[in-house]
Structure formats: structure tokens, C-alpha cells
């Protein structure tokens, strides 16, 4: 059937900053506002986001509402229904990774399986409300521990920018349906020795 969800949000040290909601995925069809506003409609039970920067107020009153809709018949025989998934507040400052840019590949795995090493690609797409000059930086960690770590320079011109960095992994510990071993990529944009940005990701080989 259908359903209403009410939240009051805490913005008031979030001005001057890049706002989003990021959704794990609502079961059916859901409509988001802000304030009353309508500012995205999502029709399938998959992850999504929508940036609100401008429809806040600042003021710690700020009022998020999600209309869900379980529309019957489905093809699913049952998945729940609403909000069943983790829902986040994010938000960024003037340098930014865009949600879900990261991108990690390996392709030259044919050739690493003879010498048991993982060259992995690192596609980011950086934005930044000016130019500048900041440092990338990449961690790669499996069970805790630092595996690997690469630091690179980079030129940021204002928007959007794609860097690539390339890190390679020896005798990496293989995924697998019996073992879901996964590694952790940090990533972190510093200008000045300070984090502007920082994330993390998880993936497996």
C-alpha cells in the first residue's frame, strides 16, 4: 500500500556545502521532498540520490518527506515494503567526488594471473567549484591492514575531472561464492596537509 515517512534534518553547519540524500534503495515507487517540495521521483527498487542544496534552509528544520507506493500486482513475490534499506545524509565541500565515481577495473587480468599480481585501475571523476592543485591519495587495506598506498599530484580545473591512478596488488586473496574476501579503497583529496574529502569502497578480485 502506501506509505508517508517524516524527518526533521540538522543542517545548520551544513551551509556552504554540497547537500545529498542517498537512498540504498525504497521498495516500490517513491516521490522525495524537501520542504514541501517535490525534488525527485524514483520508480524501481534500486540505489539512488538526489542533491538538495538548494531547496534547504538552514535551520535545523528542515524537513525531508518520502511518499512510497507498493503498487500490487508485482512480479516479486515479496521484498517488503518502504524504506528497508540504509538511507544517508552527505555532504561535501568545494572539492568533491561525485557519488558512485569511483571506478575499479582490472584490465590486464588475463596477463596478471601468470605472475599472480592485480594491476588495478583506478578511474575518479574529481569536481571542483575552482582551479587548484591538490594531492590524491589511495589506501588500499585488506583485513585492516595498509596493502598498498600511491600519492599523486593532480590539476583540478573547475567542474568535473576524470584521474586515473594505477596500483598494482601482488598475490592478491582471490574472491570467490565461498569466500567473499574484499579489499578497501581510501580515498582522500588533500589540499595543504588537510582531508577536503574522503571516502571509501569496497571490491574484490
Do not use: H
Not at 599472480?116 to 575552482?130: C, G, L, P, Q
Amino acid at each position: 500500500g502506501d506509505a508517508w515517512y517524516r524527518f526533521k534534518l540538522k543542517t545548520a553547519k551544513l551551509e556552504n556545502q554540497k547537500v545529498y540524500i542517498y537512498f540504498d534503495g525504497i521498495y516500490m515507487e517513491s516521490d522525495v521532498y524537501i520542504n514541501g517540495t517535490k525534488v525527485k521521483s524514483n520508480k524501481w527498487y534500486n540505489p539512488f540520490y538526489v542533491e538538495i542544496t538548494d531547496y534547504l534552509e538552514y535551520d535545523n528544520a528542515d524537513i525531508l518527506t518520502i511518499f512510497v507506493r507498493n503498487q500490487q500486482p508485482s512480479s516479486r513475490w515479496y521484498s517488503g515494503s518502504g524504506i528497508i534499506r540504509n538511507a544517508y545524509l552527505v555532504s561535501v565541500n568545494d572539492v568533491e567526488i561525485g557519488i558512485n565515481d569511483i571506478n575499479i577495473t582490472t584490465p590486464t587480468l588475463e596477463n596478471d594471473v601468470k605472475t599472480n599480481v592485480a594491476n588495478t585501475k583506478i578511474d575518479i571523476k574529481i569536481n571542483s567549484t575552482t582551479d587548484k592543485t591538490a594531492n590524491l591519495v589511495n589506501e588500499i587495506y585488506f583485513n585492516g591492514s595498509l596493502v598498498k598506498s600511491n600519492t599523486t599530484q593532480v590539476t583540478l580545473s573547475t567542474g568535473s575531472n576524470l584521474v586515473t591512478d594505477n596500483i598494482q596488488i601482488n598475490n592478491p586473496t582471490l574472491w570467490d561464492e565461498y569466500n567473499g574476501n574484499l579489499y578497501t579503497l581510501k580515498t582522500y583529496i588533500k589540499e595543504g596537509g588537510a582531508t577536503c574529502y574522503s571516502s571509501e569502497t569496497k571490491y574484490g578480485y
